[in-house]
């Protein structure tokens, strides 16, 4: 098992900036990429960006290319997601996910979700 905690959401004027926090804990060897997904009222849980547990290679969402940046600290177990240049569209629930399978963006290959954390930009 694999327990995952988001923290960091809130609210936030366009133009701002907030960073997420996923930390992982349990059977964390066996996550092979950690992704963080969004999901906003009456939409589909979709990707917005992906990252190796172990290694380099990352993955972004089109609507998110320059803007948002994903990290990992692997001694504390956690990733983060740092979201700047927000707008009112990126308005959502973020779920930090661990995929057993090499997933970068495929919500039903993704094994465990935390909880959730708002993400609310106002214009």
């Known amino acids: 098992q694999v327990q995952l905690v988001e923290s960091g959401g809130g609210l936030v004027q366009a133009g701002g900036s907030l960073r997420l926090s996923c930390a992982a804990s349990?059977?964390?060897?066996?996550?092979?990429?950690m992704g963080w997904f969004r999901q906003a009222p009456g939409e589909e849980r979709e990707v917005v960006a992906s990252i190796m547990w172990s290694g380099s290679n990352t993955y972004y969402g089109d609507s998110v290319k320059g803007r948002f940046t994903i990290s990992r600290d692997n001694a504390k177990n956690t990733v983060y997601l740092q979201m700047n240049s927000l707008k009112p569209e990126d308005t959502a629930v973020y779920y930090c996910?661990?995929?057993?399978?090499?997933?970068?963006?495929?919500?039903?290959?993704?094994?465990?979700w935390g909880q959730g954390t708002q993400v609310t930009v106002s214009s």
């Open positions: 996910g661990c995929s057993r399978a090499w997933s970068w963006g495929v919500a039903s290959a993704y094994d465990y």
């Open positions: 349990g059977r964390t060897y066996s996550c092979n990429v």
